[in-house]
């Protein structure tokens, strides 16, 4: 199968790091012009010079602004008026006891991981609707389905993240347009790293580490490792292509196993 995104315009938000690094760089080995995320230009510019290195001659094309805000919405879509692929990447996440969750915690986690994306869906949609074909992708998570005990606030927030894509899918019906999600397992980031080791002994080396929350915090995966962000990127960059025109309204799988569920 080979994948051509060429001529096709893309924007991955929160794309300097991690899975949204490796997604910005599998969509410009597709052919695709990328827009790359951050909310500072330095972080902005490194990235793409990190991406311009691994994909030689790659369009590339700068977006800073903090998606979190209105205003730093305004300042992305001054740089790209429209886009034919939209993916929601950007999210925080971290542990903390449920009942340490402060209001102004709930709201921040709604507004980064849901709002943003809800923000953009609403910004490209009606363009992509007129013009009779587009992509519409929001990385949702695991624990939006496996709430885990040590952070309900984000759980919650990926919750809401398949109702929002769910619902624009069905805005988008007979249209040309798809709106999905891609549900990520625990996945190798640097930021996961952090995590990991907020879980685990400290002075443990990393593959022992890795195995170690993997045995104590997510036993259920059947890939019993951690997912690498090119392997979501794989599932994100099939989803944006013709390939995939029949899929919409879906929340696709990309978890090693980790929802106990035989539904996608």
Do not use: C
């Not at 230009?41 to 800073?64: K, N, T």
């Not at 993240?161 to 988008?172: E, I, P, Y």
């Not at 997510?218 to 794989?234: K, M």
Request: aromatic residues 6%.
């Amino acid at each position: 199968m080979q994948i051509d995104l060429a001529g096709k315009t893309a924007l991955v938000t929160g794309s300097t790091q991690g899975i949204g690094s490796a997604i910005a760089t599998g969509l410009a080995r597709a052919g695709a012009r990328v827009a790359v995320n951050g909310r500072s230009e330095d972080s902005v510019s490194r990235a793409i010079s990190a991406i311009a290195a691994e994909v030689v001659g790659a369009d590339l094309v700068a977006a800073p602004g903090d998606l979190s805000t209105q205003q730093g919405a305004d300042e992305v879509r001054a740089v790209l008026p429209d886009v034919d692929i939209l993916v929601n990447n950007l999210g925080i996440f971290g542990a903390t006891d449920a009942l340490d969750i402060s209001d102004d915690e709930w709201r921040r986690y709604f507004e980064v991981n849901v709002l943003a994306a809800a923000r953009l869906i609403r910004a490209y949609l009606p363009g992509m609707k007129q013009r009779g074909h587009g992509r519409i992708l929001s990385i949702a998570s695991d624990s939006a389905i496996v709430i885990p005990r040590e952070m309900i606030h984000y759980g919650m927030s990926k919750t809401a993240l398949l109702a929002v894509s769910r619902g624009f899918a069905k805005d988008a019906a007979g249209t040309g347009v798809t709106v999905n999600s891609v549900i990520a397992g625990p996945t190798h980031t640097g930021g996961v790293e952090d995590f990991v080791y907020q879980l685990v002994d400290k002075d443990l080396p990393w593959d022992e580490a890795q195995r170690e929350f993997m045995r104590l915090h997510r036993p259920q995966s059947l890939l019993q490792r951690l997912i690498e962000p090119d392997e979501i990127a794989n599932m994100v960059v099939y989803l944006s292509s013709e390939f995939a025109s029949a899929t919409t309204g879906g929340a696709v799988r990309v978890d090693g196993g980790y929802v106990d569920s035989i539904l996608p």
